[in-house]
């Protein structure tokens, strides 16, 4: 029965990485920009445009190019940068690496400051350190990436010196662009874990978890957080996204040499097959967390298990 | 018969925006050792309060004054650690709604198995097979797999006798029940009645019953305290307060209920209604509703006292003018 659940979930994956492919290929090709004129500067005579484009296919229909984009990515071809003249495969191979490392690293982040801040602030509910994470949250919640990574290079870098601020080095240049990545998602992290834990803490079963005689660590990390932890479970893998998004910001800022920024310029030079190649890497990557985000519901919650 | 709880002049206030509840006003209880008790009440009169209030497992916006001494300790001066000592192995405690009373994401085992973790319970076999014995002895069918099992598996009346399995592995001297047959239907609350009067006679267990229903309590209680909102007004063996009833409400109470047989007279409604909690009554709490109250009703709170034999009422019509 489990077995079936996770097969079938699994093909309902295929419908939307395939919208997902059929987006990243139109979009943008609908965005004004000619890559033709790009790569042979301003003073190329329509002539040569014409032929570049022809020879790059960019003069084929739509569906055509995108049937034959298809066609490659079968075969585990990217197709080739138009820009740098490589494959593509080339280009995000090096990258991807930086990028899992940089968004590996927040996510772990968000979820070990995240919960812990969430229980604290539950089981203090209404006191002072529990408003002191409350505001906290509220703030690094509404701070936009970049303002928060330029933020924490002034403090830790410029003021303090005791961090890198740029580039890609030791594990300690990872450090403030993680946290920069990680501290939006802590702060939502940390006030879901409170509202689910509230939640959980006033349920029956609790009170019976105490009537037994358990001590308070066993009621809060056993009988209450497994419970409090399954309506927080999808957001788990649904923040996976929201995470390659800030990447790409938080890279830049960073100069992080990750997919994000890779991504950045290849939108500028409207290098259609790089900027497909990792639209539609991140796009699977979103579409397979949420099915992870499905599968390990079925794991933590029997209840869910049991109806397959 | 000893004397195993003992509670003496308890109030039980609750912090509310709209003001303070005064919950419990002076409760006065003695639960002697082996005895069913029967506490009864309408709903909201404070009767599961007093139950929580002995385990200590009220919200914090809740202020406990009073004594409640359990076999010669009084539980509201204990140290948290010992009190968790109290809870589960001396005292159990069973709730009124099974199915939310087990926590969903663990096997019946697992939450069976603390018991014997954290209390440390003498194990002759592994900690399983005295599960699956504790759940033969509650009459759970298939004990082996039903252990294994989630409680969303179970029926609310096997997920009932799960938790009595549960309250019964450290074999505890008192039971509190907490209207635990409320939320079943009537042949299972039958089973669940029966099954505690046996534990009674083979584990000679205490049980604090609390319930809002007079037809179990006639089937099962010794004794009875009979409370209205907040205070005690007649405790007396159970065949006394259906025979006998001295308190007016009491005695209104029992008017109301149905016979089983067809009888002349419509049933009959106290007149009025429970008062507000915020603002109690003064005195004696059921004098606004009461026939015979007068002056000294709203005046002071009566004091409850023994006025035949075993049967004690709270109020200043019965007892030396009982019979003017």
């Known amino acids: 029965m489990k077995k079936q659940l996770i097969i079938r979930k699994f093909f309902s994956l295929l ?6 492919s059929v987006f990243s290929f139109s979009l943008l090709h609908l965005i004004p920009g000619d890559p033709a004129r790009y790569i042979l500067g301003d003073f190329a005579t329509p002539q040569q445009l014409a032929q570049l484009r022809h020879q790059l296919g960019l003069d084929r229909p739509l569906y055509v190019q995108y049937i034959s984009w298809m066609v490659k990515l ?120 409170r509202a689910n834990m509230l939640d959980v803490l006033e349920k029956d079963y609790i009170t019976t978890a105490k009537a037994k005689g358990l001590p308070d660590t066993l009621v809060i990390y056993k009988h209450a957080l497994r419970n409090a932890m399954i309506p927080l479970i999808t957001y788990m893998f649904l923040q996976i996204p929201w995470l390659f998004g800030g990447a790409v910001v938080t890279e830049t800022v960073f100069a992080w040499p990750g997919m994000g920024s890779l991504l950045i310029t290849a939108i500028f030079q409207r290098d259609y097959p790089v900027v497909q190649a990792i639209v539609l890497i991140i796009g699977t990557l979103t579409v397979i967390a949420n099915f992870l985000a499905d599968i390990t519901y079925t794991i933590i919650d029997p209840r869910i298990r049991a109806m397959g | 018969m000893g004397v195993i709880l003992k509670i003496e002049d308890l109030y039980v206030d609750f912090k509310t925006e709209r003001g303070l509840v005064k919950a419990i006003d002076g409760v006065t209880l003695e639960v002697k050792e082996g005895e069913v008790l029967a506490l009864i009440g309408e709903t909201g009169c404070g009767k599961s309060t007093i139950s929580k209030a002995i385990m200590r497992l009220l919200p914090k916006n809740a202020t406990v004054r009073g004594k409640i001494i359990y076999k010669g300790k009084n ?96 074999n505890p001297s008192l039971l509190i029940a907490d209207e635990p047959t409320t939320a079943l239907d009537v042949t299972i609350q039958a089973q669940i009645m029966n099954l505690m009067l046996e534990l009674k006679r083979n584990f000679n267990t205490t049980i604090l019953l609390i319930t809002h229903n007079p037809g179990v309590v006639a089937e099962i209680a010794d004794r009875v305290a009979v409370m209205y909102a907040g205070q005690i007004v007649e405790v007396a063996p159970v065949k006394e307060v259906f025979d006998n009833p001295l308190h007016p409400y009491t ?30 009554p003064p005195g004696c709490r059921f004098h606004p509703r009461c026939p015979f109250a007068d002056e000294r009703c709203t005046g002071g709170k009566p004091e409850i006292k023994e006025v035949e034999p075993g049967h004690f009422v709270a109020c200043y019509k019965v007892g030396g003018t009982r019979n003017e």
């Open chain 1, 15 to 20: 419908l939307p990485i395939f919208v997902v």
């Open chain 1, 74 to 193: 079968a075969h585990g071809d990217f197709g080739t940068s138009l820009v740098a003249n490589v494959p593509v495969s080339e280009l995000i191979k090096g990258r991807l690496s930086f990028t899992l490392k940089l968004t590996g690293t927040a996510w772990i982040l968000a979820w070990i400051f995240g919960i812990s801040f969430g229980i604290i602030s539950a089981t203090k509910k209404h006191s002072l350190i529990d408003y002191g994470i409350t505001t906290l949250a509220v703030f690094f919640m509404s701070m936009p990436y970049f303002w928060l990574g330029l933020m924490l290079m002034l403090i830790f870098g410029v003021k303090l010196g005791i961090l890198p601020i740029s580039g890609p080095g030791t594990w300690k240049n990872l450090i403030l662009p993680a946290f920069t990545l990680g501290l939006p998602q802590i702060a939502v992290i940390a006030r879901l874990t």
């Open chain 2, 75 to 170: 539980l509201l001066e204990l140290p948290e650690s010992e009190m968790r000592k109290i809870r589960g192995k001396e005292i159990g405690m069973i709730f009124q709604d099974p199915l939310t009373s087990l926590n969903p994401v663990f096997t019946v085992s697992n939450q069976m198995e603390e018991m014997f973790k954290i209390h440390k319970l003498p194990t002759r076999k592994s900690i399983f097979e005295e599960i699956v014995n504790l759940l033969k002895i509650v009459r759970i069918p298939d004990a082996e797999s039903r252990a294994k099992s989630y409680p969303f598996e179970l029926s609310g009346g096997m997920r009932q006798r799960v938790m009595v399995a549960m309250m019964l592995s450290s």
């Open chain 2, 251 to 280: 005695r209104s109470l029992m008017r109301a209920l149905p016979k089983g047989h067809k009888t002349e007279r419509e049933l009959e409604n106290i007149l009025g209604r429970v008062p507000n909690l915020l603002t109690p």
